[in-house]
């Protein structure tokens, strides 16, 4: 089998842990384009990205995995036009710990649904506990109201055994699409 190269997109709302995933997997220092928040968002975190976090991984024989996180917030969408020739898939990032995680993952939904279908997709559910089962119920419930078809896990976003089942799951939808 030849080397290729794949991009798999971090998608989710400000804080649900794409920079995490990139810097877990990321064969360097993830290349980051945070900044200090100056509006609402403040008060949940210190920083947040806004154009994109970069890394890589090294698949052997198989290529090499391009990591891109985009910012959570809808005004920074436009991101996705820039890496999404080549694309293999999409993992949509929810924080269980947030206010309102379905509220979350419903604004990312609103902003990307109508290229997610075009994609292999995942919803990982990161720094979820005791309500992980809930969560992973509510979020396909969401899933369909967008008519959106994706495999939903609970994840730790730091950990990257959780990463590479993420993977595992974007490019087995890939070889079935």
Same mark, same amino acid.
């Given at each position: 089998? $030849?080397a290729?190269?794949?991009?798999?997109?971090? &998608?989710?709302?400000?804080?649900?842990?794409?920079s995490?995933?990139?810097?877990?997997?990321?064969?360097?220092?993830?290349? $980051?384009?945070?900044?200090?928040?100056?509006?609402?968002?403040?008060?949940l975190?210190?920083?947040?990205?806004?154009? #994109?976090? /970069?890394?890589?991984?090294?698949?052997?024989?198989?290529?090499r995995?391009?990591? /891109? *996180?985009?910012?959570?917030?809808?005004?920074? $969408? !436009?991101m996705?036009?820039? &890496?999404?020739?080549?694309?293999?898939?999409?993992?949509?990032?929810?924080?269980?710990?947030s206010?309102?995680? &379905?509220l *979350?993952?419903?604004?990312?939904?609103?902003?990307y649904? *109508?290229? #997610?279908?075009? /994609?292999?997709?995942?919803?990982?559910?990161?720094k979820?506990?005791?309500?992980?089962?809930?969560?992973r119920?509510?979020?396909?419930?969401? #899933?369909?109201r /967008?008519?959106?078809?994706?495999?939903?896990? $609970?994840?730790?976003?730091?950990?990257?055994?959780?990463?590479?089942? &993420?993977?595992?799951?974007? !490019?087995?939808?890939?070889?079935?699409?």
């Open positions: 089998m $030849s290729s190269t794949w991009k798999l997109a971090f &998608i989710g709302e400000p804080g649900a842990g794409k995490t995933c990139i810097n877990a997997v990321s064969d360097f220092p993830a290349v $980051s384009t945070d900044v200090e928040c100056t509006d609402d968002l403040a008060k975190k210190k920083t947040t990205t806004v154009a #994109l976090d /970069y890394g890589e991984m090294n698949l052997g024989e198989q290529g995995l391009l990591l /891109y *996180g985009l910012p959570g917030q809808s005004r920074f $969408s !436009f996705m036009d820039a &890496i999404q020739d080549g694309l293999a898939g999409v993992v949509v990032l929810v924080d269980a710990q206010k309102a995680p &379905i *979350g993952l419903t604004a990312t939904l609103d902003t649904a *109508g290229m #997610l279908a075009r /994609y292999p997709l995942v919803v990982a559910i990161n979820s506990h005791d309500q992980a089962q809930e969560l119920r509510q979020a396909t419930a969401v #899933l369909r /967008y008519k959106l078809v994706a495999p939903v896990l $609970s994840v730790d976003a730091r950990r990257r055994e959780d990463l590479a089942r &993420i993977f595992d799951l974007v !490019f087995l939808c890939a070889e079935h699409a």
